[in-house]
């Protein structure tokens, strides 16, 4: 069975929703960064119309997971899967013939969970593919101040350093950092369930 399912996905999918109706803009294609299992995609897309929706993954098992939940879901507007790599050079959907131009990018759980390069490396990638005015959307736990907002986030990041030293729950401020040196200014922070942020950055 390719479709895959993360309990921890079907439970934020309602509130972030909220957050994206009042954050994205109000065409174009969204372009999500990181799209895991795929249930955000195929929730998203149908209730985010006329918007488009184009879900990304290095991972192959989870490339084939959307398309799996984009063949359930059977949204109109939800595009294909592709296969993107944060680290490329150039991504592949710079190269893609899509149905509108990518408005805005959504990445929910990714920078703690790859190496620090990554996160770089998605605002390089924004930087070439978005308009002044477009933003993106991260959604995770953070730090704020370099210190943990929740006993919970604190144990979350211990397991993390000891699956991988290079991953971890990131100091929100070291992101604005990265963000603004490639001509992002930081934007609103929404405090979400389970102690996490969705927290926008705006291309200048």
């Not at 063949?71 to 680290?87: F, I, K, M, R």
């Not at 290079?166 to 963000?179: F, H």
Request: aromatic share 8%; with cysteine; proline share 8%.
């Amino acid at each position: 069975m390719s479709k895959r399912f993360a309990p921890a996905t079907e439970r934020n999918k309602t509130p972030l929703l909220a957050v994206l109706k009042s954050q994205l803009p109000e065409s174009g294609t969204i372009l999500e960064v990181a799209a895991g299992t795929g249930q955000h995609a195929a929730f998203f897309a149908p209730r985010l119309a006329p918007r488009w929706w184009l879900p990304t993954d290095l991972n192959e098992a989870n490339i084939a997971s959307i398309a799996a939940w984009r063949e359930e879901a059977d949204a109109s507007n939800l595009l294909s899967p592709q296969t993107l790599d944060v680290l490329a050079p150039r991504w592949s959907v710079e190269e893609s013939v899509l149905p509108a131009p990518i408005s805005a990018i959504v990445n929910i759980n990714m920078v703690h969970i790859s190496p620090w390069s990554c996160c770089e490396a998605l605002f390089d990638g924004a930087a070439r593919i978005i308009k002044a005015q477009a933003p993106i959307l991260m959604y995770g736990p953070f730090k704020r101040g370099d210190e943990h907002t929740a006993p919970s986030n604190k144990a979350f990041d211990q397991q993390l350093r000891a699956q991988d030293p290079r991953w971890g729950v990131r100091n929100l401020e070291d992101v604005i950092d990265v963000a603004e040196a490639r001509g992002f200014s930081s934007g609103v922070v929404v405090p979400m369930p389970a102690n996490n942020l969705m927290v926008s950055f705006i291309r200048v």
